[in-house]
């Protein structure tokens, strides 16, 4: 019997993701509305494939640190990322903490059907045009100063851009003040910049559009 966890919080999505997968002839699938709820979620029923999007209302990356924090407990359940965001370095990203796929919300249901069915069967799937452009990015030598920061420094960075104080950072991230204040003064070294406003700046310029008002 196959079961199918989709985790997000658009009921529209949602919508249209059941009824491709019933069509499909899915058994069971559950629903989660938040990452925390489709960790339990996936604890309690172990579902043979877990649908998520990135851009989830519970913190900068938040769907990045789902399918790492996943990956901690269980390295074969595929997972098929489901986001508007097309950026080449946020894609990447999520292959490399561990997704087995990515697709774009304003995919067709074919090719939504291929990829679930190529993720299912334990091979990976990422379309022609996302491919390439990671590709390109690869071969020309990656610019984006971004991208090989690391998700805490990138959850915090995206907020800072957001001009949210250090204390809210620290709540929003459930960690402390002095981690935050840390993680800022490593981001100012590997940027290369000495204030606040300047690192807010390379933020804006180089996270993805909306990614620290989504949570990518």
């Known amino acids: 019997?196959?079961?199918?966890?989709?985790?997000?919080?658009?009921?529209?999505?949602?919508?249209?993701?059941?009824?491709?997968?019933?069509d499909m002839g899915v058994e069971e699938i559950f629903v989660a509305?938040?990452?925390?709820?489709?960790?339990?979620?996936?604890?309690?029923?172990?579902?043979?494939?877990?649908?998520?999007?990135?851009?989830?209302?519970s913190g900068a990356l938040g769907g990045l640190s789902f399918i790492r924090r996943l990956r901690v407990h269980d390295e074969r359940t595929p997972v098929l990322v489901l986001s508007m965001h097309s950026d080449r370095m946020i894609?990447?990203?999520?292959?490399?903490?561990?997704?087995?796929?990515?697709?774009l919300k304003d995919t067709s249901s074919e090719e939504?059907?291929?990829?679930f069915r190529r993720v299912r069967d334990g091979l990976p799937y990422l379309n022609h045009e996302l491919a390439s452009q990671i590709a390109f990015m690869e071969a020309r030598g990656d610019r984006n100063p971004l991208s090989r920061m690391t998700l805490r420094e990138l959850q915090t960075l995206s907020l800072i851009a957001e001009g949210?104080?250090?204390?809210?950072?620290?709540?929003?991230?459930?960690?402390?003040?002095?981690t935050v204040v840390n993680t800022s003064a490593q981001l100012?070294?590997?940027?290369?910049?000495?204030?606040?406003?300047?690192?807010?700046?390379?933020?804006?310029q180089h996270l993805p559009a909306n990614a620290s008002k989504t949570g990518i």
């Open 112 to 115: 939504f059907v291929k990829a």
């Open 164 to 178: 949210k104080p250090y204390i809210s950072i620290a709540e929003e991230l459930h960690v402390s003040y002095k």
């Open 91 to 103: 894609v990447s990203r999520a292959l490399e903490v561990g997704a087995n796929g990515y697709l």
């Open 33 to 57: 509305a938040s990452l925390s709820e489709g960790f339990r979620i996936y604890r309690q029923k172990r579902p043979d494939v877990i649908i998520v999007d990135l851009s989830m209302q």
């Open 1 to 22: 019997m196959m079961k199918v966890l989709v985790i997000d919080d658009h009921p529209i999505v949602i919508q249209g993701c059941r009824r491709l997968l019933e």
């Open 188 to 204: 100012k070294a590997k940027l290369g910049v000495r204030t606040l406003p300047e690192l807010m700046r390379i933020a804006i």
